[in-house]
């Protein structure tokens, strides 16, 4: 069973440009939330999605959007790089069970690198 | 609002010694909380969760922690560190049903010296 999986593993931008990062859930997962991790801090939430609506949003601008897909997949669109977004952007799938197991479980991470 | 304070920016325990990881967590519901571990170039793991069970839960690795509402704590323990548990640890809370966004510590560092 393929966990939580993210591309690209890193990628290079320049400020202006704009970037798409991808995520698949674990097998089973309905939940995808997006956190950014700058370099010696803990993650930041950025945004949740559930049945293909952005359900929760953190301190981000509307810069950073994001979709997700009826396979439950998703991705993170950041337009106008600054290099402040340099970080590493992690996604994190969960299930949905009521007032069950919600635990999320995290991807690799992919490494943003704004010049 | 939620929040969660780790104490120790960075803890060096010798190989074979008492593992401490201190966290103190503020909310205005009833929380659950996580410890999850971070790995140099690795994605997070989690560790252990509370969800208004047991206080004392124990996760994976011998790592425990217990919930102690009156101290607003939730410390991560190990009776023994190993030379593989160096690594950053992030206490995590939120809402305590659902899923909800996680609100992050700063992370510890943690060291084991052989």
């Known amino acids: 069973d393929a966990g939580v999986t993210q591309s690209p593993t890193h990628l290079i931008k320049t400020r202006g440009q704009q970037v798409t990062l991808r995520c698949s859930p674990k097998?089973?997962?309905?939940?995808v939330s997006w956190y950014q991790q700058a370099l010696g801090q803990g993650p930041q939430f950025i945004f949740q999605?559930?049945?293909?609506?952005?359900?929760q949003r953190g301190n981000f601008p509307d810069r950073f959007s994001g979709h997700q897909f009826p396979n439950y997949s998703s991705e993170l669109n950041v337009n106008a790089l600054l290099l402040g977004d340099s970080a590493l952007y992690l996604c994190?799938?969960?299930?949905?069970?009521?007032?069950?197991?919600?635990?999320?479980?995290f991807g690799p991470g992919t490494r943003l690198t704004v010049t | 609002a939620q929040s969660v304070t780790q104490l120790d920016s960075h803890v060096s325990v010798s190989e074979g010694t008492p593992v401490l990881l201190r966290c103190n967590y503020s909310?205005?519901?009833?929380?659950?909380l996580f410890w999850y571990v971070q790995h140099p170039n690795k994605g997070l793991q989690l560790l252990l969760k509370?969800?208004?069970?047991?206080?004392l839960v124990k996760g994976i690795n011998g790592f425990e922690a217990e919930f102690k509402k009156s101290e607003t704590s939730f410390h991560l323990t190990k009776p023994s560190a190993h030379m593989s548990d160096a690594a950053e640890y992030f206490c995590?809370?939120?809402?305590?049903?659902?899923?909800?966004?996680?609100?992050f510590g700063t992370g510890t560092r943690l060291k084991v010296l052989a």
């Open positions: 994190a799938s969960s299930q949905v069970l009521g007032q069950g197991s919600y635990e999320q479980y």
């Open positions: 097998s089973g997962h309905d939940t």
């Open positions: 999605y559930y049945e293909e609506e952005e359900r």
């Open positions: 909310s205005s519901y009833s929380p659950s």
């Open positions: 509370y969800t208004s069970a047991a206080t």
């Open positions: 995590v809370v939120t809402l305590g049903s659902g899923t909800y966004k996680y609100i």
